[in-house]
């Protein structure tokens, strides 16, 4: 089976493992087949078929097992809360995924802002710098942007916090990806603009200026949205 866009790739093996257990093919305590032979029947790299276990482990479909591999897990013990992937392609869907994202993204930043210890900063700040190099090396720096905004989750010490993003980090990353790709790629004019973004929200937590830091990080979000339509 050949995943033939980018955007496909893990969402097109999750729907299938979905489907697999839906129907009963994959029944409850039975194993996943393994990372390599997924990647062979869908033609991808097994850090493709790994992000795609990763969504089913954050929705309580499978388990992890160590050393043992990836289990299905009892109907019971599943998550009920799901967003739902068409809601991406949709206009009115979007808005409304953006705006959950936007509360998360200046929650979270209040909450660091509050939180947040020196060894946080830190790891904020390397990742404000990190993204900067990417910016001068014409690299797209999408991995030093979810160190970025993965490191003020972690400056909130709220496991439910924690928990959330990682549920959200894993079905709309591609989002995320997609609208900073937009930027670097179409409008390079803007790159400063969005490290502009990361810096004011950076330099709010650093004050321990919680309202300013939540604004910085809504603003930062909604831009991102007018970014991604473009």
């Given at each position: 089976?050949?995943?033939?866009?980018?955007?496909?790739?893990t969402?097109?093996i999750?729907?299938?493992?979905?489907?697999e257990?839906?129907?009963?093919?994959?029944?409850?305590?039975?194993?996943l087949?393994?990372?390599?032979?997924?990647?062979?029947?869908?033609?991808?790299?097994?850090?493709v078929?790994?992000?795609?276990?990763?969504?089913?482990?954050?929705?309580?479909?499978?388990?992890?097992?160590?050393?043992?591999?990836?289990?299905?897990?009892?109907?019971?013990?599943?998550?009920?809360?799901?967003?739902?992937?068409?809601?991406?392609?949709?206009?009115e869907?979007?808005?409304?995924?953006?705006?959950?994202?936007?509360?998360?993204?200046?929650?979270?930043?209040?909450?660091?802002?509050?939180?947040r210890?020196?060894?946080?900063?830190?790891?904020?700040?390397?990742?404000?710098?990190?993204?900067?190099?990417?910016?001068?090396?014409?690299?797209?720096?999408?991995?030093?942007?979810?160190a970025?905004?993965?490191?003020?989750?972690?400056?909130?010490?709220?496991?439910?916090?924690?928990?959330?993003?990682?549920?959200?980090?894993?079905?709309?990353?591609?989002l995320?990806?997609?609208a900073?790709?937009?930027?670097?790629?179409?409008?390079?004019?803007?790159?400063?603009?969005?490290q502009?973004?990361?810096?004011?929200i950076?330099?709010?937590?650093?004050?321990?200026?919680?309202?300013?830091?939540?604004?910085?990080?809504e603003?930062?979000?909604?831009?991102?949205?007018?970014?991604?339509?473009?």
């Amino acid at each position: 089976m050949k995943i033939e866009t980018s955007t496909s790739l893990t969402t097109e093996i999750v729907a299938w493992l979905n489907h697999e257990i839906e129907s009963g093919k994959l029944v409850a305590g039975q194993k996943l087949p393994s990372e390599k032979q997924l990647g062979e029947q869908f033609s991808v790299s097994r850090s493709v078929v790994r992000e795609a276990v990763a969504q089913l482990k954050s929705e309580g479909i499978v388990n992890s097992q160590q050393g043992r591999g990836v289990f299905v897990n009892e109907r019971g013990t599943r998550q009920s809360f799901r967003l739902n992937m068409a809601d991406l392609e949709d206009t009115e869907g979007l808005t409304q995924i953006i705006e959950l994202l936007a509360t998360l993204e200046a929650g979270a930043a209040r909450y660091a802002a509050i939180r947040r210890t020196p060894a946080d900063l830190k790891k904020i700040k390397q990742a404000l710098v990190g993204m900067e190099y990417a910016i001068i090396s014409d690299r797209l720096g999408d991995e030093e942007d979810y160190a970025f905004h993965q490191a003020i989750v972690d400056s909130t010490k709220n496991t439910h916090f924690l928990q959330l993003n990682e549920y959200i980090e894993q079905h709309v990353r591609r989002l995320i990806r997609r609208a900073r790709s937009n930027t670097v790629n179409r409008f390079t004019n803007l790159v400063q603009a969005v490290q502009a973004e990361h810096k004011a929200i950076f330099d709010a937590i650093e004050a321990k200026d919680p309202d300013r830091a939540g604004l910085a990080a809504e603003t930062h979000l909604r831009n991102a949205a007018k970014r991604l339509s473009k």
